[in-house]
Nanobody
Framework: QVQLVESGGGLVQAGGSLRLSCFFS????????MGWFRQVSGKQRELVAT????????VIIHSVKGRFTISRDNAKNTMYLQMNSLKPEDTAVYYC??????????WGQGTLVTVSS
C-alpha cells in the first residue's frame, strides 16, 4: 500500500510563491519514481513533474518550466514542489503520487492552490 498526504496549498496573489509538501510511504519499488500532478476544475489530472529516489528530476508541463522545482528528502519520506511566479492558470488541486499511479489507485486528498489576479 502507498500512503500520500499533501499540504501547503492556499490562496496567493499572482507573482507569489508557495511550497507544497507531500508525505509518502510504501515499498521502495513503489515509491522510486514519484510525481506531482494537478487537476484544474473540469479537466483531467495531468502530470506536472517527476523525481526518482536518486534525485533525477524532470518538469513536464512547459508553462511551469523555470518556475517550479521538484525535490525530495528520502530520509523524511517527503517530496516538495516549490512554485514561484505563480499565475492564475496554475490554480488547481495538486496531488502527489507514484508516477505509475492510475485513476483507480488510492490518491490522497490533494491540496488546493488558488492564484488570484
Amino acid at each position: 500500500q502507498v500512503q500520500l498526504v499533501e499540504s501547503g496549498g492556499g490562496l496567493v496573489q499572482a507573482g507569489g510563491s508557495l511550497r507544497l509538501s507531500c508525505f509518502f510511504s510504501g515499498s521502495d519499488s513503489s515509491i522510486n519514481a514519484m510525481g506531482w500532478f494537478r487537476q484544474v476544475s473540469g479537466k483531467q489530472r495531468e502530470l506536472v513533474a517527476t523525481i526518482t529516489a536518486s534525485g533525477l528530476a524532470n518538469v513536464i508541463i512547459h508553462s511551469v518550466k523555470g518556475r517550479f522545482t521538484i525535490s525530495r528528502d528520502n530520509a523524511k519520506n517527503t517530496m516538495y514542489l516549490q512554485m514561484n511566479s505563480l499565475k492564475p492558470e496554475d490554480t488547481a488541486v495538486y496531488y502527489c503520487a507514484p508516477s505509475w499511479f492510475g485513476p483507480l489507485d488510492a490518491w490522497g486528498q490533494g491540496t488546493l492552490v488558488t492564484v488570484s489576479s
